[in-house]
């Protein structure tokens, strides 16, 4: 197979309540500007990319944007022609929108791999979303139509975190986490966001104390009373809008950039499975993305033993725990030793989610999967300020999921320098 390099990409900042760029109705600039639409963040992360790998609109052969939810939050779809409106050299370029729920990113960085592979030699790679337009019952509806929504809606108003809780249940049942477990998970994905500039939650201390209490400041939320109690506001993903993009290139297209690989990032693998959104999760074990992962170290020809630096999709704090467990840097049932033993941490063992995660960095939906391979990329690159690792990695891996473990891409990358 053709490699495929990262040659460079970029972010927006991921802002939403409680960041100090959103406009609400208690914000000093409110009536006089307004927060940005999917529009808006589209044109200012494709120049920014272009730039950052070395060129702009005309170098590029195909184009993909993902976004799960733009017609109903923003009430836009038909996402591929706002590329060819951002930049234009992408006048007259193929570009597609690509949806798969929380894993619509991911899918669209598949699909910028296999147009590599197939002979593109420089495709561009956006994920955007905008979710702050519409109240939190609303949103939550939206959200839902990732799950099965005719068979699971009525598990609870807030039907995603609902799922997430039973995840929850079902591992506190088996004696595999606590809830004070989930606390320090929440608690180093804010303390990783308080060092990135792009973090949605940048400006918000979490402290284990709040973390660990349900209180006004952190309530439970669901209204299932069977759920209720596994679920506090401090182990939800963010409610975020922004845009993160990546120009992949072939070793052809590098030289059209003029990049050298020693600048770039490979992709050594990106597996994709589906699993039956008709059918139940298993409970504790994330399934679908082990099937994934399995398939990832089989074409990178690596194994877990080798990674040295994750994004995984944490949703929710307990997804973050069982991914230790399903990509295998930590065994069965002793992710939440790995998490409370500090391994997780920038530096520790496997540093995971060093920006701060879906729960710190923010969760912009269709961005999220083109974000974490960005971050990959920018801590290979050192490139990460406040929250660069000690040593930059070598090999990574990068875990996306859509649904509650319904779709999954799984990637693993390894520095070209």
Known sequence: MRPVYIAGGAHTPYIGKFHPDFIWKGHPDFGA????DTEAYIRRVVPDALAAAGGDGTAVDKAYIANFAGGMFDNQAHLGPFLAAADRGL???????IEGACASGGLAMSAGVDAIRAGADVVLVVGAEVQTTRNAKDGADFLARASHYKRQRGLDPFTFPALLARRVKMAVEAGELTMD?????????????????????????????????PSKANPVFLTNPELRPYLRVS????????????????AEGLAR??????DTVEIL????????????????????IHTAVTRAYAEADIGPDAVQVAEVHDCFTVAEVLMYEAIGIADKGAGARFLRDGHAAIDGKVPVNTGGGLVGFGHPVGATGVKQALEIFRQMKGLCGAYQMPNAPGVGLSANMGGDDRTAVVSVYRDAG
Do not use: F
């Not at 006048?91 to 929108?97: E, I, S, T, V, Y």
């Open 33 to 36: 500007r307004v927060n940005p």
């Open 91 to 97: 006048r007259g370029k193929p570009a597609m929108r």
């Open 181 to 213: 477990d989930l606390a320090h998970a929440s608690v180093k994905a804010y303390g990783n966001a308080n060092k990135n500039p792009n973090a949605h939650m940048r400006a918000v201390e979490m402290t284990y104390e709040r973390a660990s209490t």
């Open 235 to 250: 182990d939800c993903s963010q409610v975020s809008d922004g845009a993160s993009a990546i120009v992949l290139a072939s």
């Open 257 to 262: 950039l003029g990049k050298q690989k020693s």
């Open 269 to 288: 693998a990106c597996a994709v499975s589906c699993a039956p959104i008709d059918e139940d999760s298993s409970g504790v074990d994330l399934d679908n």
